[in-house]
T-cell receptor
Framework: GAVVSQHPSWVICKSGTSVKIECRSL??????MFWYRQFPKQSLMLMAT?????????EQGVEKDKFLINHASLTLSTLTVTSAHPEDSSFYIC????????????FGPGTRLTVL | SQKIEQNSEALNIQEGKTATLTCNYT??????LQWYRQDPGRGPVFLLL?????KEKRKERLKVTFDTTLKQSLFHITASQPADSATYLC??????????FGKGTKLSVIP
């Protein structure tokens, strides 16, 4: 149980285009979902916390107008990188928190974004 | 500011030995600490969670200790196998469910 999927697993796009990444909890309802970014040999950096039906909370330094997050249901959150640039190239990982006092997060397999 | 340090970027160990990874933190009072495994190009996989009022947790060949006085957690893998080779991340959390991750230690178990 507690499986989280991400789609796509990798994407290559041209500079200036927008890319949408989906995160789904397959066998549980996620009260909270998180979006992380990871650069090579670096730790996971939290970008934003997303609660179903409400606006996402962004970490300091993360532009909310550039990284649009929508959490429309208890099993789906999306991250849209708008007007992507080469410096946005990274590994984007989502996680879902099961709630009800459980603190472990279940991570998706990640999405490798390359902006040319 | 909060700081999490994992003892070394890389650790090589002989198959069958016990691997010990260290996670130290400063300027933080976590309610719990978690360990994750991450393989190249993949998302982290949850291994163990230990709360601030717990000293030790075990799961099969894994053991985690948590010393809030020393501000340190030790992660042990006994009878290590080549399949245990991966990057291991420690993460600290408080009541908001947000996690702060260390950079990880890349473990290589040599046959």
């Amino acid at each position: 149980g507690a499986v989280v999927s991400q789609h796509p697993s990798w994407v290559i796009c041209k500079s200036g285009t927008s890319v949408k990444i989906e995160c789904r909890s397959l066998d549980f309802q996620a009260t909270t979902m998180f979006w992380y970014r990871q650069f090579p040999k670096q730790s996971l950096m939290l970008m934003a916390t997303s609660n179903e039906g409400s606006k996402a909370t962004y970490e300091q330094g993360v532009e909310k107008d550039k990284f649009l997050i929508n959490h429309a249901s208890l099993t789906l959150s999306t991250l849209t990188v708008t007007s992507a640039h080469p410096e946005d190239s990274s590994f984007y990982i989502c996680s879902a928190e099961r709630g009800f006092g459980y603190n472990e997060q279940f991570f998706g397999p990640g999405t490798r974004l390359t902006v040319l | 500011s909060q700081k999490i340090e994992q003892n070394s970027e890389a650790l090589n160990i002989q198959e069958g030995k016990t691997a010990t990874l260290t996670c130290n933190y400063t300027n933080y009072s976590p309610a719990y600490l978690q360990w994750y495994r991450q393989d190249p190009g993949r998302g982290p996989v949850f291994l163990l969670l230990i709360r601030e009022n717990e000293k030790e947790k075990r799961k099969e060949r894994l053991k985690v200790t948590f010393d809030t006085t020393l501000k340190q957690s030790l992660f042990h893998i006994t009878a290590s196998q080549p399949a245990d080779s991966a990057t291991y991340l420690c993460a600290l959390g408080a009541g908001s469910y947000q996690l702060t991750f260390g950079k990880g230690t890349k473990l290589s178990v040599i046959p």
